[in-house]
């Protein structure tokens, strides 16, 4: 309620929060004690995180100890300067902000949130934002549904709702002679993400068997697509042209 009422009391909360970051530390018994850290929900969730990545890696190779205890032991080592034994990538300590654009531009106090957290203020989240070591990715949602339909060129992989989004709407293979069901298919970009630029999205999106997306590059072969009609053709090196149209999910009308 105080969110969709005072905004501004809701930046004002957290910033007070903010100011209040600490360490403590508490003995206990049996030679134990705990050290905890108040700080923004983003820095310890991207904090935990990479203690939780160095942790697992670690697993692979040490079986003497369970999960909990390595990422203590990573915990420690961190602080203390010493090295875990393996290295992880920048990434793995990220946290992804979610920010409609209105939001992002100032428009709008509303919708910003932290995966695994929640809602944040909207002024912190352009904070974030903001900051120099902040990556930015585009993501086009469908206003109907929310569901995202364009990562844009920043990631090769599908998430699961595009993949499914194909599966559902093509159901097989789009390879004319080709009955092999869509969820057991690769997801192809259909104008190649590395050569042509081309996005990860419905829009250049195909299910290819993994036999016929190799030979969608194949020498003296050509592959049409239109994912918007579901019209495929493909030419074959002796210049023969199969083509198919899926049928409709629903009867248009």
């Not at 970051?21 to 991207?46: C, E, F, N, W, Y």
């Not at 935990?48 to 190779?61: G, H, P």
């Not at 298919?185 to 993400?193: L, T």
């Not at 050509?222 to 019209?231: A, E, K, M, N, V």
Request: glycine share 6%.
């Amino acid at each position: 309620m105080v969110k969709q009422v005072d905004p501004g009391a809701e930046t004002a909360a957290a910033r007070r929060a903010h100011e209040g970051r600490k360490v403590t530390l508490d003995h206990g018994v049996h030679a134990q004690s705990r050290i905890a850290a108040d700080l923004p929900s983003d820095i310890d969730s991207a904090a935990y995180a990479r203690v939780d990545a160095i942790a697992r890696k670690l697993r692979t190779s040490d079986s003497s100890r369970n999960l909990d205890q390595l990422r203590a032991d990573v915990f420690a080592d961190l602080l203390l300067g010493n090295d875990p034994g393996v290295t992880v990538p920048q990434s793995a300590a990220m946290v992804y902000l979610h920010m409609p654009i209105d939001t992002a531009l100032s428009m709008s106090e509303t919708g910003a949130s932290i995966d695994g957290i929640g809602p944040i203020p909207a002024a912190y989240a352009r904070e974030i934002m903001t900051n120099p070591k902040s990556l930015w990715r585009k993501v086009l949602c469908d206003p109907a549904t929310g569901n995202p339909v364009d990562l844009g060129r920043s990631s090769y992989r599908p998430n699961s709702t595009i993949r499914k989004l194909v599966e559902v709407r093509d159901r097989m293979c789009v390879v004319p002679w080709c009955r092999r069901p869509a969820r057991h298919c690769d997801f192809d970009h259909h104008h190649e993400w590395a050569i042509d630029q081309g996005s990860t999205s419905t829009s250049n999106a195909a299910p290819r068997c993994r036999r016929h997306h190799r030979l969608k590059n194949a020498p003296g072969w050509i592959h049409s697509y239109d994912p918007t009609h579901g019209t495929s053709s493909v030419t074959t090196p002796l210049g023969v042209t199969y083509t198919d149209k899926r049928e409709t999910v629903l009867e248009p009308r």
